[in-house]
Nanobody, 120 residues
Framework: EVQLVESGGGLVQTGGSLRLSCAASGYDIDDHAIHWVRQAPGKGLEWVSA????????YYADSVKGRFTVSIESAKNTLYLQMNSLQSEDTAVYYC?????????????WGKGILVTVSS
């Protein structure tokens, strides 16, 4: 059974850093693209980043480009999101989500999400 479990969230000050993890099980994380998506309070879902490990392709929303870095540790079947220079606008519930394939074809499994709060 495919499972995605986020961890590493919490409270951080403006300008600080935080690293989120997403532990995947039930499939090989290198075989599909995988995404980070977030939802800020009172707002809709916002796509943040994606990675396809097999080809080393990474993708970022303009709002986080240059501040966030997505990566995979294949040996642990785990996805990461390194978040630097955090701003109050980054406050959101962050979800990892497995892509159906490798071409950013949509997401078929989601984690429960984890809250990141940036104090201003």
């Amino acid at each position: 059974e495919v499972q995605l479990v986020e961890s590493g969230g919490g409270l951080v000050q403006t300008g600080g850093s935080l690293r989120l993890s997403c532990a995947a099980s039930g499939y090989d994380i290198d075989d599909h693209a995988i995404h980070w998506v977030r939802q800020a309070p009172g707002k809709g879902l916002e796509w943040v980043s994606a990675i396809y490990s097999y080809t080393s392709n990474t993708y970022y929303a303009d709002s986080v480009k240059g501040r966030f870095t997505v990566s995979i540790e294949s040996a642990k079947n785990t996805l990461y999101l390194q978040m630097n220079s955090l701003q109050s606008e980054d406050t959101a519930v962050y979800y990892c989500a497995k892509d159906r394939s490798y071409g950013l074809d949509g997401m078929d499994y989601w984690g429960k999400g984890i809250l990141v709060t940036v104090s201003s």
